[in-house]
């Protein structure tokens, strides 16, 4: 059973940083494009970042890009989010979400971690 | 970049067909997946490729593409089916999301 495990998510001040990780199982992770995707309190799905199996292709919202980093250590199956200079607006659940293989479809997802930016 | 539009909320009769549209420019080109999101969950993938559906989701969930709009339909609703249902695709910039569709079953 594919499984994603994320971490890391809390309450952090405006201008902060944290990271958030995502423990995968069940697949061959370094076959696997790797998405965080985020939603706001109330809010809908927002796509923020992916990367591919071998970590070499990155590619961001525009609302993140210079501010995130997305990135993978395929030794220990895990996926990690590096978010500095943290606004008020960057507070949401992220999902960590596999890529299909062969498609452009997010499929299975984890169970989200929330991150709340506030003073 | 790339839009799509749903409505905010539909409602369906318990037992009736409920249909959840996607409006987007010429989205009948484009390979459209949809999600269901229950209350307090993670979305979970009912319809992929347009019309597919993974292992594990009813028969009573299909879905078409053509023109401007794509429609996920669900058949004979169930309390259970209650939910927000967001439709996707991929396009040069990222990921691509609908505001999603509140349903309601009556």
């Known amino acids: 059973e594919v499984q994603l495990v994320e971490s890391g998510g809390g309450l952090v001040q405006p201008g902060g940083s944290l990271r958030l990780s995502c423990t995968a199982s069940?697949?061959?992770?370094?076959?696997?494009?790797m998405h965080w995707v985020r939603q706001a309190p109330g809010k809908g799905l927002v796509w923020v970042s992916r990367i591919n199996g071998d970590g070499t292709l990155t590619t961001y919202a525009d609302s993140v890009k210079g501010r995130f980093t997305i990135s993978r250590d395929n030794a220990k199956n895990t996926l990690s989010l590096q978010m500095n200079s943290l606004r008020a607006d960057d507070t949401a659940v992220y999902y960590c979400?596999?890529?299909?293989?062969?498609?452009?479809?997010?499929?299975?997802w984890g169970q989200g971690t929330l991150v709340t930016v506030s003073s | 970049s790339y839009e799509l539009t749903q409505p905010l909320s539909v409602s369906v009769t318990l037992g009736q067909t409920a249909t959840i549209t996607c409006g987007g420019d010429n989205i009948g080109s484009r390979n459209v997946h949809w999600y269901q999101q229950r209350p307090g969950q993670a979305p979970v993938l009912v319809i992929y490729?347009?019309?597919h559906r993974p292992s594990g989701i009813p028969d009573r969930f299909s879905g078409s593409n053509s023109g401007n709009t794509a429609t996920l339909t669900i058949s004979r609703a169930q309390a259970g089916d209650e939910a927000d249902y967001y439709c996707?695709?991929?396009?040069?910039?990222?990921?691509?999301f609908g505001g999603g569709a509140k349903l309601t079953v009556l």
């Open positions: 979400v596999k890529w299909a293989e062969g498609g452009t479809w997010f499929d299975p």
């Open positions: 490729r347009d019309s």
């Open positions: 069940g697949f061959t992770f370094t076959n696997n494009w």
């Open positions: 996707q695709v991929w396009d040069s910039s990222g990921g691509v």
